[in-house]
């Protein structure tokens, strides 16, 4: 999924990501009270609100905050202006400070949706889920017929491990607004995560009218392909998506090519590095701009629904990429001059891309990894990049720590690496998709609730035949999730001998 995809559908609809949560609809300006205006002439503190709304629209934060405490200094307990601030430092990720002042704005005006809504959606990234359920049940309360606040309580029920109540909620919000995309791409990735393929697809296929993800592809000047044969025609594949989406779907590619002549990709330096040399591709693009003529184009993001994936008919030609064999040699070498013989070599990735939504709920310190890093018969490599600053302290407490990031310049980079090693363990970020694209054994730390490609319950996965899942029992505790990895670690060491 794409950055504006991803920010959007986290916030109100994707069901595994969480994002720093932001409002879902305009932010409510209190009346001011009788007598409140003051000298003739001087603005109102609603007049003043009113210019705090506009220059946060216009992300001019610093002057929205500002305006808004200019108006609690002289009306402390203005509920529009609490109400606003708060709205305001919680789509900034000021959630500590948000909380207290949307609460204190609640307390004396409950009725306005709005702010039980971001509160909503403040409480459920701290995990307080109690409190996020009942101020969602609040928001559609005083505004049933508002499809955001059911998507927002969806995403409540869906973080609690409600299933069923969060796609009641997802249908009720499509019910509400039938053309509002949230809507339908949460529960399009509901449907997915329980196995629902079929269905799953239709609604997944909204992604792309989420608000935030209008603009972020160029205008095509070509037709939607659908799968049909095209004889001497080329096909334009449009990498739409994050890196791991890139890396699942382009197992696609050989199907695509079957029906056509002819295939180019754009577009990204990432997409040059993996997909440069693959078979089936013709020419990969950097630039729009250098696209060439074509007869069609399809985002690898829609092959899946194209060729009717369910769980029985997913490809899987494992491996279906490959890193170049004079890589591997470097890489083989690399570590054999500074690793010892024999000893188990386990590539470690700890954190996500940070502008992802999710990266909160996936991402850790890595001194968190310390009870399987802490075995000193593994020697562990760092494929993380970048490798955090604030973590390089604590890795330097670890002997057995190889770091080769600032080596690592790109994925394909990263792959020839892992035909190096025995074993790769890391959060869920396209590092995992990568080791499963090539086959490699990698352990996966699946947070709850997962992505949806991971489904439920399970410790295998159905897109990656050499992936094993480690799974959150409840959100955010990792704990149990690093014992049991270090137990199978303990275990995995003792069978090399």
């Known amino acids: 999924m794409s950055a504006a995809q991803q920010q959007t559908a986290s916030a109100a609809a994707a069901a595994p990501a969480i994002a720093p949560p932001a409002p879902a609809a305009p932010l409510p300006v209190a009346q001011p009270p009788q007598g409140a205006a003051g000298a003739p002439g001087a603005e109102t503190p609603e007049q003043s609100l009113t210019r705090a709304l506009n220059a946060a629209k216009l992300r001019r934060v610093n002057e929205a905050i500002g305006i808004c405490r200019d108006v609690l200094i002289a009306h402390p307990e203005l509920p529009g202006a609490l109400g606003l601030l708060g709205g305001i430092l919680g789509q900034e990720g000021r959630v500590d400070e948000a909380i207290p002042l949307l609460e204190a704005a609640i307390a004396r005006q409950p009725s306005v949706a709005n702010w039980q809504l971001n509160l909503c959606a403040l409480y459920r990234g701290k995990n307080m889920l109690d409190h996020a359920l009942r101020a969602g049940l609040e928001a559609v309360r005083y505004s049933p017929e508002t499809a955001a606040h059911r998507v927002e309580l969806a995403l409540t029920h869906l973080t609690r491990g409600e299933r069923d109540e969060a796609k009641k909620h997802f249908r009720e919000g499509i019910a509400k607004e039938p053309e509002g995309a949230a809507a339908h791409m949460g529960l399009g990735e509901l449907l997915l995560s329980l196995g629902e393929y079929l269905p799953g697809w239709t609604e997944y296929a909204w992604r792309n009218r989420l608000d935030q993800a209008r603009g972020t592809l160029p205008k095509m000047v070509a037709a939607p392909w659908n799968g049909m044969r095209l004889p001497g025609g080329r096909i334009l594949l449009v990498a739409d998506q994050g890196f791991g989406d890139m890396i699942q779907f382009a197992r696609y590619i050989p199907w695509v090519r079957e029906r056509v002549s002819e295939l180019v990709i754009g577009w990204g330096p990432e997409v040059t590095a993996l997909l440069g040399d693959h078979p089936d591709i013709a020419q990969v693009i950097p630039k729009w701009t250098d696209v060439p003529p074509h007869d069609a184009y399809v985002l690898l993001s829609s092959l899946p629904q194209i060729f009717q994936t369910d769980l029985h008919n997913i490809p899987l030609p494992i491996p279906y990429l490959h890193s170049k064999p004079e890589r591997i040699a470097h890489w083989r070498a690399r570590l054999d001059s500074v690793l010892a013989p024999g000893r188990l070599r386990v590539g470690i990735a700890w954190a996500g891309r940070p502008t992802h939504p ?133 275990e995995k060491v003792a069978e090399k001998g």
């Not at 020697?379 to 720590?401: S, W």
């Not at 790769?424 to 490699?440: K, Q, W």
């Open 358 to 490: 999710n990266n909160a709920r996936r991402t850790m310190r890595l001194e968190k990894l310390h009870p399987f890093l802490s075995n000193e018969d593994v020697d562990f490599v760092a494929i993380q990049k970048p490798f955090p600053e604030e973590d390089r302290a604590y890795a330097a407490t670890r002997g057995n720590l190889l770091d080769i990031s600032a080596e690592l310049e790109s994925f394909a980079e990263t792959g020839a690496v892992m035909q190096a090693l025995d074993l790769i363990i890391s959060v869920d970020t396209a590092v995992v998709h990568l080791a499963g694209a090539l086959g490699r054994p990698a352990w996966v730390l699946v947070p709850e609730p997962a992505d949806w490609r991971w489904l439920l319950n399970r410790e295998d996965c159905v897109w990656y035949t050499s992936l094993r899942l480690f799974r959150q029992i409840r959100p955010t505790e990792w704990q149990p999730v690093l014992e049991r990895v270090a137990a199978a670690l303990k």
